[in-house]
């Protein structure tokens, strides 16, 4: 070899180091890869919020549903009372139950 194609292939060397060094300290000096994590944590943190939420919204529509299977129970059961014995007691019991 010459020396002047050893020189060449020095300064190709150096510059594709140059350049993997160049790209290297942008993607980690300047934070994009950190922001590209924090963004990602970002969102994981917000779908696992809106599976709380959900779990959260399901709980309290179960329990409405609970509640109005266990005040429709109590509504026809006093209906039933009501019709083998009319009294006002019932009856105003049924007018709360309606009330709700």
Known sequence: MTPNQVQQKGQSGVSIWTVVSFLLGTALGSGSIWSWQQIKLQ????ELERVVQTT???QR???LDTKI???TRKYVDSKDAYRKSPSPQINNEILALKSQ
Do not use: Y
């Open 43 to 46: 969102a994981q943190k917000q």
């Open 56 to 58: 959260e919204l399901r």
């Open 61 to 63: 529509e179960l329990d």
């Open 69 to 71: 299977i266990e005040l």
